[in-house]
């Protein structure tokens, strides 16, 4: 157990729908990382987080967006969903460095 | 650009062999970390190891074992005496550490199973 926790575990959706994946990092941990893992782009960097700022972006769409809250936990909001996003999305957080990853949250869109 | 290279797709060795998972980085930074993570079939990402670039002692733990050398830039990982239990797919990353971030930057991953 990373000490990472991710809910829903999976989520089933249509196609032009928003969901939002939520994510707790490690006690003590200040960054959150965003992950997406598809068939065809394999582990991709979304976002990050420090403290509650944005610290860096990835490849990450505009029907995409991130925050991070006062408590640290972190969402994910996807909009205007396409079968192309169907894919497993990784939360991650870390302290020195060391990049600890919840057990991911699996999107299928229909 | 940062790049990391993970050349073999699939590997797949019966019970204890020997194995090594090769991964070729590219990076122009001086200052920067390499990682190996595993993904066994249940989905989840599970770290490894974590090495900066300053550090080019081999490693070992256990089974495990890798050898970073920077004349190739390449950060291979080998699994000596392999089991069942090692099937999964692994990654390797890198990250920059001169940025204000360190996002991981991962290779494609291998695919490796051990046949009983």
């Known amino acids: 157990d990373s000490g990472v926790t991710q809910t829903p575990k999976h989520l089933i959706t249509a196609t032009g729908q928003r969901v939002t994946l939520r994510c707790s990092p490690r006690?003590?941990?200040?960054?959150v990382y965003w992950y997406q893992q598809s068939l065809d782009q394999g582990l991709q960097f979304l976002i990050q987080?420090?403290?509650?700022?944005?610290?860096a972006k990835g490849n990450i769409l505009e029907r995409f967006s991130a925050q991070q809250f006062p408590d640290l936990h972190s969402e994910l909001n996807l909009s205007s969903l396409e079968l192309g996003d169907s894919a497993l999305y990784f939360c991650a957080s870390s302290g020195l460095n060391e990049q600890f990853f919840g057990p991911g949250t699996r999107l299928t869109v229909l | 650009a940062q790049k990391v290279t993970q050349a073999q797709t699939e590997i797949s060795v019966v019970e204890k062999e020997d194995v090594t998972l090769d991964c070729v980085y590219e990076?122009?930074?001086?200052?920067?970390?390499l990682f190996w993570y595993k993904q066994p079939p249940s989905g989840e990402l599970v770290f490894l190891i974590r090495r900066n670039s300053f550090d080019e002692q081999n490693e070992i733990s256990g089974r495990y074992s890798w050898n970073f050398q920077k004349s190739t830039s390449s950060f291979n990982f080998t699994i000596t005496a392999s089991q069942v239990v090692d099937s999964a797919v692994y990654f390797c990353a890198l990250s920059e550490a001169r940025r204000n971030t360190d996002k991981l930057i991962f290779g494609t991953g291998t695919r490796l199973q051990v046949f009983p």
């Open positions: 987080y420090y403290n509650g700022e944005e610290r």
């Open positions: 006690s003590g941990d200040l960054s």
């Open positions: 990076t122009r930074d001086t200052t920067y970390y």
